[in-house]
């Protein structure tokens, strides 16, 4: 199996050479290429008739110069779409990975904050919320390793390991200091559906991605919403899903369309076209459904929210989505890395393509923010240093500042402890100051200048959703 898959990738990759014109290009490998057929034909010394000289000779030329065969590889898919590529395994994992276990202890991590290690969410029943972690809880040390000022994408390098061994993790929580824990790293069963009842007749589910278990929580949720008496509406949210598999795709729609035969999407390569219809098999169809849409939500996601405009099915609130269009077969190789080939595009039913466009919303909503009523900060004094260990009306005004800013995790309280020495250093490391054991004028300065241009970051789009389902329930 490996000589046979060496043997297809090198015959495609004598398609391309490298730093040379196109036809010096081809020439090149027209000429190889003859020469090989002849000696494969008259040579009294190559009895091999299951070898192919010029892939023999390509074998030996990457084996000498394994730094070649990046080269061809990128060379390759340089010259197909934006979405073909070639990945080692690893890269591979850390990009595609949509598996629903992993080894952990149970905690989702902040994205927002630019510096430090804030817990966003912790897994029900995990070994990190038996030990008691909670979200806003700050991650000090990982067995022994400060991580207090990393961004939260570096802590992946320091916290993993296998089931059954022992995490040492230091953490900060405000009215506790500083907590040294030992939790016990387990296999996590990660959820990428979540719903819940959002009042006013209305009912949310969170969709993360389309990966093989996700129609399974999907149809939970939607059938516990068909049950409650309560739903009338329905908010489906797929902002920040970067898509998956087909099938999950089709199965998800499928459960939502009560009528049979209706296409919901197409697949089409140069020779071909699939078309996805529905069976009919829908129990429940709310009054009305909206999608949440972003620009992070890719693929699958496009087709979903897209196929149900089309359909007159929902409605879309939120910005135009990614505008990938085009389905990739993912090969894996002998080695275990991965060729990523784009062969069909998707259709919506009515025959488009929103290719390199996105989805259009029905209504565009944007979560910018709005600007932080300063009003409510209290005056700082730029030119006075402040010290850990106090309280002041100063210090009060510093926290204001830094929460105002998105990095002072709990309220503000007047007292300079641990945790606001922490968001201080967090702002300094942001900042490229100097990080201190105390808020220097330089700090202070920069702190009260940032947080004039501070804003509120509110969800927008949910409240735009909730509020447009909210008056239809009246009508």
């Known amino acids: 199996m ?22 010096a290009a081809e020439d090149y490998a027209e000429r190889a290429a003859e020469i090989s057929y002849y000696i494969s034909k008259y040579s009294l010394d190559y009895k091999d008739s299951h070898s192919i000289p010029l892939l023999d000779a390509l074998e030996e030329v990457l084996r000498d110069n394994p730094e070649l065969f990046e080269q061809l590889v990128n060379a390759m898919f340089a010259r197909l779409d934006d979405y073909s590529e070639y990945m080692s395994e690893k890269e591979y994992e850390a990009s595609f990975s949509r598996a629903h276990t992993y080894v952990g202890v149970g905690i989702t991590l902040d994205p927002d904050y630019p510096f430090g290690v804030v817990v966003e969410s912790v897994v029900p029943g995990s070994p990190a919320e038996k030990k008691g972690i909670q979200p ?7 067995d022994g390793v400060n991580v207090e000022l990393l961004r939260y994408n570096e802590i992946g ?11 040492k993790m230091g953490i900060l929580r405000q009215d506790a200091g500083r ?27 969170s ?7 996700d129609y399974r929580d ?5 059938y516990a ?15 920040g899903n970067t898509g998956g598999d087909v099938n999950t795709l089709y199965n998800i729609l499928d459960i939502m369309i009560a009528e049979k035969g209706a296409l919901l999407f197409a697949l089409v390569d140069s020779q071909e076209k699939e078309e996805y219809k529905s069976s009919g098999s829908a129990i429940w169809t709310p009054d009305n459904t909206i999608i949440l849409v972003n620009g992070r939500s890719v693929s699958a996601a496009e087709v979903f929210a897209g196929s149900l405009q089309k359909l007159g099915l929902a409605e879309i609130v939120g910005t135009s989505t990614y505008g990938k269009a085009r389905s990739q077969y993912h090969i894996t190789l002998f080695d275990d890395s991965v060729a990523i080939i784009s062969s069909y595009e998707a259709l919506l039913p009515d025959g488009s393509s929103y290719e390199g466009e996105g989805i259009t919303p029905d209504f565009v909503v944007y979560n910018d923010g709005e600007p932080y009523p300063l009003d409510k900060l209290n005056k700082l004094n730029t030119s006075t240093p402040l010290y850990k260990g106090r309280t002041s009306d100063a210090i009060l005004a510093m926290q204001q500042r830094l929460y105002a800013l998105g990095i002072f995790p709990v309220e503000p309280n007047g007292y300079f402890g641990d945790i606001t020495l922490w968001s201080l250093n967090v702002f300094q490391k942001t900042m490229d100051l100097k990080v201190t054991s105390h808020a220097t004028p330089e700090t202070l300065k920069a702190l009260d200048k940032e947080a004039k241009e501070a804003k509120i970051y509110k969800d927008f789009q949910m409240e735009f959703a909730m509020n447009r389902l909210k008056g239809a329930a009246v009508d």
Not at 136 to 142: L, Q
Not at 157 to 167: C, Q, R, S, V
């Open 136 to 142: 806003g809880d700050i991650v000090t040390s990982i």
């Open 225 to 239: 919403f068909s049950s409650d008496e309560r739903i009338n509406s329905v908010i489906i949210d797929v902002r």
């Open 2 to 23: 490996k000589k046979k898959i060496t043997a297809l990738l090198l015959a495609l990759v004598m398609c391309v050479a490298l730093l040379t014109p196109a036809i």
């Open 218 to 222: 999907f149809s939970e949720a939607y």
């Open 179 to 205: 907590i040294e824990l030992e939790i016990e790293r387990r296999v996590i069963i990660q959820k990428n559906v979540t719903y819940e009842y959002a009042g006013n007749g209305v009912g949310v589910i």
């Open 157 to 167: 390098e320091f916290a993993g390991g296998d089931a059954g061994t022992i995490m």
């Open 207 to 213: 969709l993360g991605s389309f990966g093989s278990l």
